[in-house]
């Protein structure tokens, strides 16, 4: 598949199966998402990769962190919540790890890891994998930030579920025109 058609075909798989990318899929996907722009060559992305029992553990501190914003929450939220970890085999963690530098703002470093989730789904959907770009408030949470190993200034841009496409993802009509102005 060529960069022009990856780009105009894409589309969120919102439901994966497994099997997830495989291992050298996975490298690619990972070093696609380290090709991302980024001001000053600052490298601000960084990858969490979750598959097997790491995602029960994620489904955990899933819930634990609803549970601390949410005390009041049924149990069956919770379960709802640490059910999200088993929707794909393989879900990446994309944050953007933010430094001090006078001449790349913050914003710049996280839309560099928002780059690099652009192009880890473009390098998915290229190999016929299914990909869903996921946030949340567990996203921005300084708990599961913490369980993930990322500082708490540290930005979470999404979490990526991969796998096999279960259907087919839907497509969307965009009028470009609409969404362009010419000075």
């Not at 962190?65 to 929707?87: I, T």
């Not at 085999?89 to 001090?100: E, G, M, S």
């Not at 996203?139 to 500082?151: E, P």
Request: glycine residues 10%; proline residues 8%.
């Amino acid at each position: 598949m060529d960069a022009i058609e990856a780009l105009l075909g894409r589309a969120s798989c919102p439901k994966v199966t497994a099997p997830g990318p495989t291992p050298d899929q996975l490298d690619v996907i990972l070093r696609a998402g380290s090709r991302a722009p980024d001001h000053g060559r600052m490298q601000p992305f960084r990858f969490l990769v979750v598959e097997g029992e790491a995602r029960n553990r994620l489904g955990e501190l899933l819930a634990a962190a609803l549970g601390n914003r949410e005390p009041e929450a049924a149990a069956s939220v919770l379960d709802s919540e640490r059910a999200k970890a088993l929707r794909a085999p393989t879900i990446v963690a994309v944050a953007a790890a933010l430094r001090p530098n006078p001449k790349v703002p913050d914003i710049e470093q996280v839309l560099a890891a928002g780059a690099a989730c652009q192009n880890m789904m473009l390098a998915a959907y290229a190999m016929g994998l299914g990909v869903a770009w996921r946030t949340g408030a567990a996203a921005y949470d300084i708990g599961v930030k913490a369980g993930l190993g990322f500082d708490a200034s540290d930005a979470i841009v999404g979490f990526l579920y991969i796998g096999t496409p279960a259907g087919t993802p839907p497509q969307r009509t965009v009028d470009v025109a609409a969404l362009t102005r010419r000075l």
